[in-house]
């Protein structure tokens, strides 16, 4: 049986590391890749195949699509986009250049990359495209407008190619985590700094009371309901293993529960519940 193969992004640490090491042990070939070259480096240590792709370069996209490619003698198992940051803060404080950042980072830049291999999918009759979205990409939160619209987007996408796709064997799937163990948090903290002045803001206060002592937590105290990124992985696993993979794949009790205020409750009482940082 020849050896499946999947592209796997985000992959420095977190949900893109830990499915680059159980895919390998599963017996995928795996190119796992990283924003920054330092990152791949180590990862080569480690016994993947690791090359360098930005999703806010879209040089290095085009460089590591075509490099997969050469490797693989033009075929492509699967693609697994993963790898996203949030900019905390309030929706009017986030500037014209801010949003523009992340969504290269969290859309286009996924998009493009998406783009450049359905055509290989499509001619070798087959594919699994698997989107890495959110818990916050179907429900809103306080503080997070900016990742929230980048998901949403997400998920719009991926749901009008899941049917443009569906008479070509390409499968496409949502895996939508909520609190899962990895850097996140303190990713966030970087882009935070870099685009919000919050002490200029008319929420000073809030921002002060509230998302700085949750943003800055350094007790190591863990959400209720965090699980590690295995959790992800297995279900990346049904995505790509199973004849029949799902639309969307739910993780952590709180996506579930979201699922259901969402469906079942009117927007103003979802808003109340939903309110909480």
Same mark, same amino acid.
């Given at each position: 049986?020849? /050896?499946?193969?999947?592209? +796997?992004?985000? %992959? &420095? $640490?977190?949900? !893109?590391?830990?499915?680059?090491?159980?895919?390998?042990?599963?017996?995928?070939?795996?190119?796992?890749?990283?924003?920054?070259?330092?990152?791949?480096?180590?990862?080569?240590?480690?016994?993947?195949?690791?090359?360098?792709?930005?999703?806010?370069?879209?040089?290095?996209?085009?460089?590591?699509?075509?490099?997969?490619?050469?490797?693989?003698?033009?075929?492509?198992?699967?693609?697994?986009?993963?790898?996203?940051?949030?900019?905390?803060?309030?929706?009017?404080?986030?500037?014209?250049?801010?949003?523009?950042?992340?969504?290269?980072?969290?859309?286009?830049?996924?998009?493009?990359?998406?783009?450049?291999?359905?055509?290989?999918?499509?001619? /070798?009759?087959?594919?699994? +495209?698997?989107? %890495? &979205? $959110?818990?916050? !990409?179907?429900?809103?939160?306080?503080?997070?407008?900016?990742?929230?619209?980048?998901?949403?987007?997400?998920?719009?996408?991926?749901?009008?190619?899941?049917?443009?796709?569906?008479?070509?064997?390409?499968?496409?799937?949502?895996?939508?985590?909520?609190?899962?163990?990895?850097?996140?948090?303190?990713?966030?903290?970087?882009?935070?700094?870099?685009?919000?002045?919050?002490?200029?803001?008319?929420?000073?206060?809030?921002?002060?009371?509230?998302?700085?002592?949750?943003?800055?937590?350094?007790?190591?105290?863990?959400?209720?309901?965090?699980?590690?990124?295995?959790?992800?992985?297995?279900?990346?696993?049904?995505?790509?293993?199973?004849?029949?993979?799902?639309?969307?794949?739910?993780?952590?009790?709180?996506?579930?529960?979201?699922?259901?205020?969402?469906?079942?409750?009117?927007?103003?009482?979802?808003?109340?519940?939903?309110?909480?940082?």
């Amino acid at each position: 049986m020849t /050896q499946k193969t999947i592209l +796997i992004t985000g %992959c &420095s $640490s977190g949900i !893109g590391y830990d499915a680059a090491h159980a895919l390998v042990g599963r017996g995928w070939r795996v190119f796992a890749t990283c924003r920054q070259e330092a990152d791949c480096k180590r990862l080569r240590g480690e016994g993947l195949e690791s090359l360098r792709l930005d999703y806010e370069d879209e040089t290095s996209i085009a460089a590591a699509a075509d490099e997969v490619l050469e490797r693989t003698g033009g075929t492509l198992d699967a693609l697994f986009n993963n790898g996203a940051y949030a900019i905390p803060g309030a929706v009017e404080d986030l500037s014209r250049n801010a949003l523009r950042a992340i969504f290269e980072a969290n859309l286009f830049g996924w998009q493009d990359l998406t783009n450049r291999l359905i055509p290989v999918m499509r001619q /070798q009759g087959h594919g699994r +495209i698997v989107q %890495c &979205s $959110s818990v916050l !990409g179907f429900i809103p939160m306080q503080w997070r407008g900016a990742y929230v619209a980048t998901k949403y987007a997400l998920e719009g996408l991926s749901d009008v190619m899941r049917m443009e796709l569906r008479d070509t064997g390409i499968h496409v799937a949502l895996i939508e985590p909520g609190p899962i163990a990895t850097d996140f948090r303190r990713n966030a903290r970087k882009q935070f700094e870099r685009w919000i002045r919050w002490e200029e803001s008319a929420l000073a206060d809030l921002y002060r009371n509230r998302l700085l002592k949750r943003l800055y937590d350094e007790s190591g105290q863990k959400d209720r309901f965090e699980l590690p990124p295995s959790a992800v992985t297995r279900k990346l696993v049904h995505a790509l293993e199973s004849p029949r993979p799902h639309p969307r794949y739910f993780v952590t009790t709180p996506t579930y529960v979201a699922n259901l205020i969402r469906r079942l409750l009117p927007t103003r009482l979802s808003d109340m519940i939903l309110s909480g940082d």
